[in-house]
């Protein structure tokens, strides 16, 4: 740290991403990415000339894009906000309307609480059940900005719709934030109450289901006003947020949908194998509606089979909060991937 850093950011601690070891040499079931490459005509989407045109800015409007997603949706283009990752829709919606505090899960997607920390505002984390399952009461009336992520992570559990809709319903000055990441690996969708609650933002991301991790691309639905202010924001801060090869390969990738869709079920086939084969082995596995499996068992810590996963060459997610820090969570990979992972865990856990 400089001696320059402002004395309000000296004490933040940054977000930490999942290892992106940059060999090959690992089984990469850390950070919830596709084990499928995009369709292939987002493969083949980009040319020598579009590489050519980067001479120019890309469009700030994100137009072409927010009409194709509007489209699939059945949504208007002004309900459409474009990110780079969703990660940054988050952040600018937190700095857009955390003003009076926001309150979220205990344990839930990490970089709420950075993004709060990082703009000075006060917030709440109200602890899951027992179980892990999320009380919909608790966020009711709370006067403050909530975010919950549906389904959740790490977890992988999610929450029905009309719990969503109380949430917005008891929460009319406050904007309610559904983080809808892994949305499309068996959750339930709250897009269709943007239009009844305009203090409903739901985000969504490419990284997940439509296999563009790298390609940093996310995207939110909310009513026309919030959504301006998103754009307040963002012309603000960074306008041309999305360059034009992701614009792009964006819009080719909502034209391919139906690849994306097959790409889905087959990651929920495998889950449904993998979660089989874990629970035969002992492992107790949450219920998920995501492309991941939080699990643990009782006969190794959590901490150390993730290290004994590590040095035989898979990489899997493990959290030191001591709620938690039992359990690993493992992203779907291929069929071939989790044999392997099943494979390694018999040896494991053979040994002790
Ligand atoms: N929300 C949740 C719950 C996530 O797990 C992630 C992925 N780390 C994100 C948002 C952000 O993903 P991205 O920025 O790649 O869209």
Redo the contacts with the bound molecule.
Sequence with gaps: MSRYLNASLQALEAYVPGEQPRDQRYIKLN??ESPYPPAPSVCSAIGEEDVALLRLYSDPTGKNLKEKLAGLYGVKPENVFLSN????V?NFAFLAFGGKGAVFPDIS?G?YSVFADLYGIDYTQIPLKEDFSLDYRDYCGQGKLVVI?NPN?PTGLSIPVDAVEKMAASNPDNVVII?E??VDFGGETALPLIEKYDNLLVTR?F?KSRCL?GG?L?YAFGAPALIADLEKIKYSTNPYNLDRLTLQLGEATVDAEDYYRQMCVRIQETRAWTRDRLEQLGFQVLPSRTNFLFARTDRVDGGELYRMLKERGILVRHFANPRICQFNRITIGTPEDMATLIGVLKDILGGC
């Design positions: 950070t919830n990752g969703s990660d940054e988050l997607y970089f992520a992570a983080d990441a892994y991301t990284s991790a940093r996310g």
